[in-house]
Structure formats: structure tokens, C-alpha cells
Nanobody
């Protein structure tokens, strides 16, 4: 069993930055792929970024490429999402997610979800 707890959300002006963190419990963290998804009001939850268990592979949705960076620290059981050059359209609840396989995260076949953290970008 893996439990995921996000933090780091908040209100920021357009062009600003935030770093989200996701702390995971459970001894299997280092063997699981991790990811971030987001859901804006009235929209479906969408994939944002994924990272393999080793950190050697990453993937991003096109709309955040060059602005967001996903990383992980297996010694701390934590995955991060550094968000730069934020835009109002990035406003959403951001969810941490975990699955055994990297491709499963990318295709939203998620085994474990966090509770979400709100990110609001003002114009």
C-alpha cells in the first residue's frame, strides 16, 4: 500500500513559480513510477508529467514542456513538480499519482492517488 500526500500549492501571479511536493509512504516507493495530473473546474483530469522509478525517464504533456520539471528523491520518498512561467490556464487541482510501470502513469492507469493540492494562477 502506498499513501501520497501533496503540498506546495497556492496562489501565484502569472509568470511566477511554484514547487509541488508529494511525500509517499511505503517501502515500494523507489520501485514505482510517479506522476502528476491536474483537473481544472469543469474539465476532465489530465496527465501533466511522469517519471520512472529511477528518474531516468520523464514525460510531459505538450502544454507544460519547457516550463515544468518533474524529479524525485528516492531517499526521501518524495517526488517534485517544479512549475515555472505559470499561466492562468495552469490553474487546477494537482494530483500526485503512482503506478508500478512508467507507461501506466502516462496512460492514466493509476494505482494510487493523492488527495490533491490547489494551484491558482492569477492574471
Amino acid at each position: 500500500q502506498v499513501q501520497l500526500v501533496e503540498s506546495g500549492g497556492g496562489l501565484v501571479q502569472a509568470g511566477g513559480s511554484l514547487r509541488l511536493s508529494c511525500a509517499a509512504s511505503g517501502r515500494t516507493f523507489s520501485s514505482y513510477a510517479m506522476g502528476w495530473f491536474r483537473q481544472a473546474p469543469g474539465k476532465e483530469r489530465e496527465f501533466v508529467a511522469a517519471i520512472s522509478w529511477s528518474g531516468g525517464s520523464t514525460d510531459y504533456v505538450d502544454s507544460v514542456k519547457g516550463r515544468f520539471t518533474i524529479s524525485r528523491d528516492n531517499a526521501k520518498n518524495t517526488v517534485y513538480l517544479q512549475m515555472n512561467s505559470l499561466k492562468p490556464e495552469d490553474t487546477a487541482v494537482y494530483y500526485c499519482a503512482s503506478s508500478r510501470f512508467f507507461n501506466s502513469v502516462i496512460t492514466a492507469k493509476i494505482e494510487y492517488w493523492g488527495q490533491g493540492t490547489q494551484v491558482t494562477v492569477s492574471s
